[in-house]
């Protein structure tokens, strides 16, 4: 069952109504049923479900999925001990720190979840574990960039000027990356490298990452920063195809490919603090970072899988090697809120000439 929410309460009314129902069939028939994992998903549907289906069709345990763009920590604190929610998922690791930090969590220990997700992608002590990876990485014009190699240090270089293009500043996806450039190089480098950057605008900050391949697509700029998987929702789109143009207008660079290597991100998930079904809530976790669901997240995604059993999709790997930033990811918790504090301090999302 998947809740789509348009708003946070119309969500709350279909779940009081649909969980117990659910609840209901599950113990009318315990004899021969293997009950059911309920989930709060910041993932849109369509990716996790083939993934659910793959797992109910296993182990005939049912999956209720709300899911959310936003409030679910929020219900999740509100619903305290009674909430219906046995995993959280979601994408950044300063959401999965932020879910933990707010004592939504609880710590699992479990062999199979530390065999198969390397420790750099999971939280120390058990409160998340990531189940994709992604990269932040430049996109450059194929026809204007000749090069092809890149830093981020270098996205400051005066070169760029007017030639650069990016979302905002204070989307979670430049925060967790400018969170890296603070535990790398210090605050004062970051802030200073932030002023660069701004300075090198083609305009003010706006749209998603893949508005920025659109603009160096009409020539409004030369480079831009977005993340790997949309270089694949863009050269596949069959619902917007002029998007495949897009796409066809850049070329990823790694960053930092030669020194530490480029940011990368996970999407993960957690169990929730009061999970009701925690036995089949592991399974479903020891699911999803198993070969066999590993392998469908890096088709339909087009994420690299967390499990180093296994290969990301053709079109990922056509992109070149991906060599990860090795940092910590619980650097990008600790450093995000000086992040997006250095953006408001720089005016970054001003644009260049203010
Ligand atoms: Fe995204």
Redesign the pocket.
């Known amino acids: 069952m998947i809740v789509t929410l348009g708003a946070h309460r119309a969500a709350r009314a279909v779940v009081r109504l649909a969980l117990p129902l659910a609840l209901l069939t599950a113990g009318v028939t315990a004899a021969g049923a293997q009950g059911e994992v309920n989930i709060y998903s910041y993932r849109e549907p369509q990716l996790i479900d083939p993934l659910l289906k793959a797992f109910t069709d296993k182990t005939g345990i049912k999956t209720n999925v709300v899911y959310a763009s936003a409030g679910l920590n929020e219900r999740l604190a509100a619903e305290g001990q009674n909430s219906p929610a046995d995993l959280l998922f979601t994408?950044d690791a300063g959401r999965l720190s932020e879910a933990k930090d707010a004592g939504l969590t609880q710590p699992i220990d479990d062999a199979v979840l530390k065999g198969t997700i390397p420790a750099q992608y999971r939280d120390p002590a058990g409160h998340w574990f990531g189940l994709t990876m992604r990269s932040r990485v430049v996109y450059a014009s194929r026809e204007r960039v000749a090069q092809d190699a890149i830093t981020y240090e270098e996205l400051a270089d005066p070169k760029w000027k007017g030639k650069l293009c990016i979302r905002s500043g204070q989307h979670v996806?430049n925060t967790s990356l400018i969170a890296t450039i603070i535990a790398h190089k210090g605050e004062p480098f970051a802030e200073a490298w932030l002023k660069g950057v701004k300075a090198n605008l083609a305009h003010k900050p706006a749209g998603g990452?893949r508005e920025q391949a659109r603009d160096i697509y009409s020539g409004k700029c030369d480079i831009a920063l977005g993340?790997t998987?949309?270089m694949a929702l863009m050269a596949t789109n069959e619902k917007n195809p002029e998007q495949k143009a897009w796409a066809k207008a850049i070329k990823p660079l790694f960053p930092n490919a030669d020194d530490r290597g480029s940011h990368i991100n996970i999407s993960g998930m957690a169990m929730a603090k009061h999970a009701p079904n925690k036995a089949n809530a592991l399974k479903l976790m020891e699911f999803l970072a198993s070969e066999d669901a590993q392998k469908i997240y890096a088709l339909a995604n087009n994420e690299y899988p967390v499990n180093p059993n296994v290969e990301p999709a053709e079109i990922v790997k056509s992109w070149g090697t991906l060599k990860p930033d090795p940092l910590p990811l619980e650097n990008i918790a600790k450093y995000r809120k000086k992040a997006s504090e250095l953006v408001d301090k720089v005016n970054f999302d001003a644009g260049p000439s203010s």
């Open positions: 994408v996806y990452d993340n998987y949309y």
